[in-house]
């Protein structure tokens, strides 16, 4: 992929940050090769959007630093840009490592006007339209006091592109106090404005899960309610 220099793009911060580190240079020495405030080293790995002709100047630098001490880096300026596909790819491999605390290493992804939608009745805790990050956090809070992830299962999603969506497909196996689902279906619909996560909509086998919280609730009393970031 050919960046243009005149589109901001986000990068993988991580892997910036690492490779600056691995060669022992620091954000002002790098600004300064670069020819580039420190303050847009800063944002490079703050998450924060870059032209592409400052990623590409950024990169050359640290290759350049790089072969000065007979080393290299992983990767290219384009390899370095997250598409929309390799965004949620990226989401989903943090969501499954940090389960509730995803948001913490991934909040450049999305917009701020961000809008979270799970499918369900009223009666279901988790169900419901969630605005902002915030409002975001207290479902992954409220959906990770209720359920933990069974440790025998990995969610193995498939990745497609609907439209201008793209659509994320797995199944869920979780775990509420003592009892064990079954497979859950679920499609999380990611749409995006100029490249950030706008809207994400989780549809799931709604039937499945309504059964299975209504075992629950029948052998152990009643869930915690949701109201914090719930419209």
């Known amino acids: 992929m050919a960046l243009s ?5 986000i990068i993988d ?3 910036f940050r690492d490779a600056r580190l691995r060669l022992g240079i620091t954000q002002h020495q790098l600004a300064g090769l670069s020819g580039y405030s420190e303050r847009v080293v800063r944002k490079a790995e703050s ?4 032209l592409g002709s400052t990623n590409e100047t950024l990169v050359e630098t640290l290759a350049e630093q790089a072969s000065s001490r007979s080393l290299a880096i992983d990767f290219t300026a384009d390899e370095l840009v997250f598409c929309q596909l390799q965004i949620c790819r990226e ?3 943090l969501f499954e490592e940090y389960h509730q605390d995803v948001l913490r290493h991934c909040a450049e992804f999305f917009s701020e006007d961000f809008v979270f939608v799970c499918a369900g009745t009223q009666a279901n805790p988790i169900a419901g339209t969630f605005q902002s990050l915030s409002g975001f956090q207290t479902w992954l809070d409220t959906f990770f006091g209720i359920f933990t992830r069974s440790t025998n ?10 439209g201008q969506s793209v659509v994320v497909s797995y199944q ?3 775990v509420a106090r003592g009892f064990t689902s079954p497979p859950i279906w679920v499609n999380l619909h990611f749409q995006f404005k100029e490249g950030r996560i706008e809207r994400l909509r989780d549809e799931y086998d709604t039937q499945t899960g309504a059964e299975f919280l209504a075992r629950v609730v029948s052998n152990s009393g009643p869930l915690m309610d949701l109201e914090p970031g719930k419209s």
């Open 153 to 162: 299962h990995q969610l193995n999603p498939t990745l497609f592109t609907q």
């Open 5 to 9: 220099p005149n589109l901001s793009y």
């Open 91 to 93: 989401f989903m491999r």
């Open 47 to 50: 998450g924060s959007r870059l």
């Open 13 to 15: 911060r991580h892997r």
């Open 172 to 174: 869920e196996v979780v």
